[in-house]
């Protein structure tokens, strides 16, 4: 998933920064003579990024003479929840462009994407993509309105390491809150590190508090999204954990104020035992914080009370509602090269693993695939000569994460909810006195007013 989550945790609610607009597209795109078909598509760097913005080029130049059928018109236009409704309004918006998973649902119940059954089945792509996953983009009736290109799922980051010198067994990391609680306090009284630690600031304290609370049952928003639902009994057992793994067993540490940087940076550093995280971690850990790839370890998200789910993020691709089949099209075509190609075509797929160990970077990580298990299977096989990672090191995740359930962020206002119920995680983890109902109630009024806005 690249960095989508450590992006997400940074704050942001999609894999990119916001920058303006730098011309006005077309909505619906044009055919040319010929029977060439033309399509405006988002999200090219912009020039402060030549690097990138080179590379996206080259990809449109390699699109376009690969089907000179198809004329591409590039724009930097980016996924924006706060000028989107005006550009879509204003037919302002490119015929493709990259969104995050919270939003296909408030998408497709407002008519402002297209349905993309008909030429995701005769393409055959539909049967190619993982339909865990799909789910985020279909309506009750299965009709998809999006295709998923990156997609992670939250699971527990352990120090096998830590866990070996504690007594631990490094090849069975916890399986529920209960579990994950009596491990770290082993860890803690035979190690003296912290058996476990959790995200608090820069809106990671909300964003994992929310991981948390789904694991225990809860929720954050109601369906629709219109009143905070946080104020419940599995979110008030989440905190009184964390609450008690703090000043009861004191298996957390002294250090209260981590975000994915801090918690990162003391992870490598062999100072705390278990954290919350994606599979992508393993290169900011091992190749950007010099943890040795043997201490690394990762399960699924320990559940407590049932087996309830855990935290999914990622992107999708929507096509204008505008767009006529012909550009449907072209615009499965377009994002099925752009984005999915290494899934689905060997000789991507090798390039692209190659290019990765040329470049010293971690290839064949696993995570929570976007296309479907038989042709994940199929791709592994294509770069198993490449692969750079210990993945028996990530078997306990991968075992698990391609059928637990997975759950989307909040589907309104993600980022200024985690911002909100940041204050509760550190006050929490702050004081041993603190009145847990009383901060969930008074940070679910602050959500309400916003989600009342």
Same mark, same amino acid.
């Given at each position: 998933?690249?960095?989508?989550?450590?992006?997400?945790?940074?704050?942001?609610?999609?894999?990119?920064?916001?920058?303006?607009?730098?011309?006005?597209?077309?909505?619906?795109?044009?055919?040319?003579?010929?029977?060439?078909?033309?399509?405006?598509?988002?999200?090219?760097?912009?020039? !402060?990024?030549?690097?990138?913005?080179?590379?996206?080029?080259?990809?449109?130049?390699?699109? #376009?003479?690969?089907?000179?059928?198809?004329?591409?018109?590039?724009? #930097?236009?980016?996924?924006?929840?706060?000028?989107? +409704?005006? +550009?879509?309004?204003?037919? +302002?918006?490119?015929?493709?462009?990259?969104?995050?998973?919270?939003?296909?649902?408030?998408?497709?119940?407002?008519?402002?994407?297209?349905?993309?059954?008909?030429?995701?089945?005769?393409?055959?792509?539909?049967?190619? &993509?993982?339909?865990?996953?799909?789910?985020?983009?279909?309506?009750?009736?299965?009709?998809?309105?999006?295709?998923?290109?990156?997609?992670?799922?939250?699971?527990?980051?352990?120090?096998? #390491?830590?866990?070996?010198?504690?007594?631990?067994?490094?090849?069975?990391?916890?399986?529920?809150?209960? #579990?994950?609680?009596?491990?770290?306090?082993?860890?803690?009284?035979?190690?003296?590190?912290?058996?476990?630690?959790?995200?608090?600031?820069?809106?990671?304290?909300?964003?994992?508090?929310?991981?948390?609370?789904?694991?225990?049952?809860?929720?954050?928003?109601?369906?629709?999204?219109?009143?905070?639902?946080?104020?419940?009994?599995?979110?008030?057992?989440?905190?009184?954990?964390?609450?008690?793994?703090?000043?009861?067993?004191? !298996?957390?540490? +002294?250090?209260?104020?981590?975000?994915?940087?801090?918690?990162?940076?003391?992870?490598?550093?062999?100072?705390?035992?278990?954290?919350?995280?994606?599979?992508?971690?393993?290169?900011? &850990?091992?190749?950007?914080?010099?943890?040795?790839?043997?201490?690394?370890?990762?399960?699924?998200?320990?559940?407590?009370?049932?087996?309830?789910?855990?935290?999914?993020?990622?992107?999708?691709?929507?096509?204008?509602?505008?767009?006529?089949?012909?550009?449907?099209?072209?615009?499965?075509?377009?994002?099925?090269?752009?984005?999915?190609?290494?899934?689905?075509?060997?000789?991507?797929?090798?390039?692209?693993?190659?290019?990765?160990?040329?470049?010293? &970077?971690?290839?064949?990580?696993?995570?929570?695939?976007?296309?479907?298990?038989?042709?994940?299977?199929?791709?592994?096989?294509?770069?198993?000569?490449?692969?750079?990672?210990?993945?028996?090191?990530?078997?306990?995740?991968?075992?698990?994460?391609?059928?637990?359930?997975?759950?989307?962020?909040?589907?309104?206002?993600?980022?200024?909810?985690?911002?909100?119920?940041?204050?509760?995680?550190?006050?929490?983890?702050?004081?041993?006195?603190?009145?847990?109902?009383?901060?969930?109630?008074?940070?679910?009024?602050?959500?309400?007013?916003?989600?009342?806005?």
């Amino acid at each position: 998933m690249n960095r989508f989550a450590i992006r997400c945790a940074a704050g942001l609610s999609v894999p990119f920064l916001l920058v303006a607009c730098s011309s006005a597209p077309s909505a619906t795109g044009d055919s040319g003579s010929g029977g060439q078909v033309t399509i405006t598509v988002g999200d090219r760097p912009t020039s !402060s990024d030549p690097a990138n913005r080179a590379s996206y080029d080259k990809r449109v130049a390699d699109f #376009e003479k690969a089907n000179p059928d198809i004329k591409l018109n590039p724009v #930097e236009t980016l996924w924006d929840p706060t000028t989107f +409704q005006a +550009q879509a309004a204003g037919g +302002q918006l490119p015929d493709v462009l990259n969104v995050p998973f919270t939003e296909p649902q408030g998408l497709i119940a407002r008519k402002q994407v297209a349905d993309l059954t008909k030429v995701l089945k005769d393409d055959g792509l539909m049967s190619q &993509l993982n339909p865990n996953v799909l789910k985020i983009a279909q309506d009750q009736s299965g009709n998809v309105f999006a295709v998923p290109t990156a997609a992670y799922s939250v699971g527990l980051v352990y120090n096998r #390491e830590l866990f070996t010198k504690a007594g631990l067994d490094p090849d069975k990391p916890p399986t529920t809150w209960d #579990e994950l609680r009596q491990d770290a306090k082993q860890i803690a009284q035979k190690t003296g590190q912290a058996g476990y630690a959790q995200m608090t600031t820069n809106n990671t304290g909300g964003w994992m508090f929310t991981t948390q609370s789904y694991a225990f049952g809860g929720s954050i928003e109601n369906e629709d999204g219109s009143q905070a639902s946080f104020d419940d009994a599995p979110s008030k057992a989440a905190l009184q954990l964390l609450h008690d793994m703090k000043w009861v067993d004191k !298996s957390m540490g +002294q250090a209260v104020l981590y975000d994915i940087d801090g918690i990162s940076k003391a992870f490598a550093a062999g100072k705390i035992g278990m954290f919350m995280s994606a599979p992508d971690a393993y290169r900011t &850990l091992v190749n950007v914080n010099g943890l040795k790839s043997s201490a690394f370890g990762i399960g699924p998200m320990p559940q407590q009370g049932g087996d309830h789910g855990t935290l999914s993020g990622g992107s999708v691709q929507i096509v204008s509602p505008n767009a006529t089949d012909a550009e449907k099209t072209a615009a499965i075509k377009w994002i099925k090269f752009n984005y999915l190609n290494k899934y689905v075509n060997q000789d991507a797929a090798v390039t692209a693993a190659k290019a990765g160990v040329a470049g010293k &970077l971690p290839v064949g990580t696993p995570g929570l695939p976007v296309v479907a298990a038989d042709q994940w299977a199929t791709y592994q096989s294509w770069i198993k000569p490449y692969v750079n990672v210990p993945l028996d090191q990530f078997a306990p995740y991968t075992k698990v994460a391609a059928d637990q359930k997975i759950i989307p962020e909040p589907p309104v206002k993600a980022q200024e909810v985690y911002a909100a119920l940041d204050p509760v995680v550190q006050t929490v983890l702050g004081n041993a006195k603190a009145d847990i109902p009383a901060l969930l109630t008074k940070a679910a009024g602050t959500v309400n007013a916003k989600l009342g806005r």
